[in-house]
């Protein structure tokens, strides 16, 4: 049977054709796309139907987000949220909740809406908005019932006693030092790791994360997507990860493909040799299904983390002086890079800092010189910081960049006031010189660490404005037309699913993403709050309420 | 206090001999029974076929002859801390990732139920002054170094003229002390229950502000408790500048013509701790006062 899908407004993404009114599907893959008229030799003597209900819509190719993390979301999204930046979230908009009072009234809603004898886990915690936190005002809510309260970075949380005892910690057990403020129910860093450990049974728990998977299925349909990219599979445990994607996020109800991306130094711990991974990583493919596809592609880690200031930059560094962080050695880096230079895989490397950028350029260099290749596909993944000149050197060495435009919304105010000063923290996403230098180059939210919406991520990338309000660097603005480059077509070629998707034109999926506004032609600053109508994922349709 | 298991850190940059000593340390009749070692990676390990008696069915604890286990970390030191907590073992070494800062993992040895002891940091005598100079990992190179307690020169051979000119208490890795000393550094404010069969070290600077009569360093030196382990140093006198080099009774008190670059005048003293873990003869305070004076 084909379909004739019937828009306002067909954005294609082919050069060739930027606009369409009509697209013609069979068996999930688009026969043509252009005007109705013309499509009259496919119809001729076939079963066909016309689907009008997008006829006043406008259907893009389907959102790809090339870069996030379902099995972090399967810990989180279970959680309640109490979050200063709004949160869409297809159980109901989280509305933003920016003062102490506020988060402790949410506090008492969420205990009064849950069933008595339940831990309470609550994450989004920020003492710039929602005060100081401690014991006495999680027992204020409940005394009783367990309330654990995990800061928005996740690096430090709170519990009441009730959350102590259900974990077995003894207060008269825990020494200073620990970085553990027990009179408080404080935990961070090395503490952190201590309640963690303690909370893994309700945290971790099979029933817990597969609910976890489960909204993670719907916060990805919502966010638009048709396609995402699991860039680091096996972070936690491989097979418990690969276990629970092929049971929940494989099968007819599931609305997009995954492309999962091993994580490299994990793939061959256990006392093997870098060398091992790439044919480690191709025997993955066995395990390939529909909608969950490994392919010759890896992930690699060079510096720290944004969010806690640990990516490593160049002079003048941190204004306090304080020193990032390496994931790897530079030798081992280069080792493990070099191995799947050689085995002609496509390498992801995770970068957030300037200095990070530059090592694993410096690496890439010495890879071109001792085996040039060409469409090569390696990607800077985050890409926080970097310097004009740098742009030019991923440009000559055929890289290409994935970033996390996100950090630039709710990070850049803090890194210019205490981290490392206004002007590197307002050029962070560098991406309009990106563009300029014809880079390829995509955008991802590292969900959770940013919402998984691609059109919030494109409201950032198009505004540049910041949660203070402030536009940082508005010569690094995109247009709207290279936004959206970025979150369907540049992001297919990031992770290797080009041929099949990331626009519409004869041959590919039919994946689409179905709008209620035009995202080329509407005010820029609406770009986050355009109503998403449906996705439709290899022909079939799948409405969002 | 007594119930927290004591934690030796082994730091250092890749390929400063960690992993060498590890196994020096696996295989030495020193270690104490009950000792848990943990290391970042199993396969980096040489364990000898005849050690091992038992391994666990996730693979990530090795069971030894003599006692002791070993585990692998794989990138989270406060779980490994935590799953220890469910045997019986006394004392901890942790072997810190190459690329790790020791004070942050020394942070980690605070993990409940954990104290940490000494951060022990290799140095690769061969890459040490190039390292330093590396616009990638120079500064992270230096704050190993600095953040020492005790610091062991490794590959002298491939350097033998080396020399690291800091105050801080070093031993070479070719010293047949090594692993008694290791085992024995003793560096944090409040001590844990002393080992048995190991003795405790622990040191003492003295950092020199005015120049110093010649006799009274000698006397000093002279007379020197004997549980000084070692004592070394840079010391400007009224005759000039002289290098001293104590070790156990053998005294070494050499005229130099200048310092070499970067190093810094005063003694850096290693003493044994008697066997309830305190200074015993030595006094850090007489010193200064006596040198001061």
Redesign the interface.
Known sequence: MLTLFKARSVITMNPSMPRASAVLVRDGMILEVGEAENMQPWLEGQEWEVNEDFADAVICPGFIDPHLHPSMAAVLLPMEFITAMRWRLPWGDIEPVTTAAGFDQRMAELHRSKEESKPLFIWGYHQLWHGQMSKARIEAVSSTRPMVVWHRSFHELYMNDAAMAMAGIDPSQIRPGSQIDIDNGHFYEVGLGFAINRLNPWILAPEQYAVGLQRLKEVVHHGGHTTIGDLATGLFNFDAEAKALAEQLEGEDVPFRTRLVAHGTRLTQGGRKPEEGPELASALLDRNSHRLQFGRHIKLFSDGAFFSQLAQMQEPGYIDGHHGEWLAAPEELERHIRTYWQAGFQIHVHVTGDLGLELTLDILQKMQDEKPRFNHGFTFEHFGFSTPEQIRRIKALGAQVSANVYYLHELSDSYAKSGIGFERASQMARLGSCFEAGINTTLHSDFTMAPAEPLNSMWVAVNRRNHVDQVMAAEECLTQQQALEAITINAAHAIGLADITGSLRAGKRADFTVLGQDPLTCDPMALKDIEIRATVFEGRVFPIE | MSN?LPITLIGG??GSGKTTLVNRLLADPALPDGTAVLVN????INIDESLIRSQSAD?TVIGLSNGCICC?I?D????AL?QLTQLSVKQVIVEAS??A?PVRIW??C????F?PKAAVVLVDASQIHQRLQD???G??AQ?QLDQAHLLVISKTDLNPAFQLNRLQPSFSSNDPALVATVLGWQQSTQPAAPLPRTVQFGAHTWQQQQELPLAVLERFLREMSDQVHRAKGWVKTDAGYYQVSAVGKELSLEAVTGLPSGAQLGLVFIYRLDSDAHTGGFAPDQITMTLSG
């Not at chain 2, 990676?41 to 980096?44: A, L, R, S």
């Not at chain 2, 989270?76 to 779980?79: H, V």
């Open positions: 927290v940059y890749l990676d199993f396969g980096d693979g692998s794989r989270d030191l406060s779980q935590d190459g690329v800062e942070q980690h605070h993990y409940p139920g104290a616009k990638y990992v500064k992270l704050a």
